[in-house]
């Protein structure tokens, strides 16, 4: 099965502070990229997410970067607020099976 | 536009017992998933349904964990016997169709196996 990491595992940052997080994975199959969002004791829930013919996409303080040739994606969250704290979940999908690898998780805490 | 439903939200019970797990996907979407998470860890495909048909169940231990999935609608996932280590939440997603599109998830089951 594909091969998914997320570094950081956790990560601090100062209110207004930018956070980056990366998720490198194996398959160079792979044609879709979301990041899922899950506070404490909640559902996971897609905050943003990117298709292989694309290399960037914004929205609003969120943005994601895809390299494909190195195989790896990152989030990018500007401007952070008290209510980023969160864990934070790559999920790419294989392009062959279509099957879905979760990544271990970064947990974000901004720090008012 | 309703969610993606979960039955029970709770459940414990003792090792070697049995339990069983209900999802009610997202009217119209032909693609269900069943997760394990466990603790401080991401989400573990368990099993992956397109309409009624297995399209991936390579991570579930099927000598004790069994899916159907009736007329490509609801789905229940059931575990006998329960181990310690199936401690977890159990969440159920769907999407429209297996290729591209963004999974909605349910509120998860808990379970707690003594």
């Known amino acids: 099965g594909e091969n998914v990491e997320q570094h950081p595992s956790t990560l601090s940052v100062q209110e207004g502070d930018s956070a980056v997080i990366k998720c490198t994975y194996s398959?160079?199959?792979?044609?879709?990229f979301p990041w899922y969002k899950q506070e404490l004791g909640k559902r996971p829930q897609l905050i943003i997410d990117?298709?292989?013919?694309?290399g960037e996409k914004k929205d609003q303080r969120i943005a994601v970067t895809l390299n494909k040739t190195a195989k790896h994606f990152s989030l990018h969250i500007t401007e952070t607020q008290p209510e980023d704290s969160a864990v934070y979940f790559c999920?790419?999908?294989?392009?062959?099976?279509?099957?879905?690898?979760f990544g271990t998780g970064t947990k974000l805490q901004v720090i008012p | 536009e309703a969610g993606v439903a979960q039955s029970p939200r709770y459940k414990i019970i003792e090792k070697r017992q049995s339990v069983a797990f209900w999802c009610n996907p997202i009217?119209?979407?032909?693609?269900l998933y069943w997760y394990q998470q466990i603790l401080g860890q991401g989400p573990k495909l368990l099993i992956q349904f397109q309409n009624n048909g297995v399209v991936d169940d390579s991570q579930l231990p099927k000598d004790r964990f069994s899916a159907e999935r009736l007329k490509g609608v609801d789905s229940t996932l059931k575990i006998q016997p329960a181990k310690l280590e199936d401690s977890a939440v159990y969440l159920c997603?769907?999407?429209?169709?297996?290729?591209?599109?963004?999974?909605?998830f349910g509120p998860g089951t808990r379970l707690l196996v003594l």
């Open positions: 999920a790419p999908r294989s392009g062959g099976d279509q099957k879905v690898t």
């Open positions: 997603a769907s999407s429209f169709q297996g290729g591209r599109e963004t999974q909605y």
């Open positions: 398959d160079s199959a792979s044609n879709y």
């Open positions: 009217s119209g979407h032909a693609t």
């Open positions: 990117i298709r292989s013919n694309v």
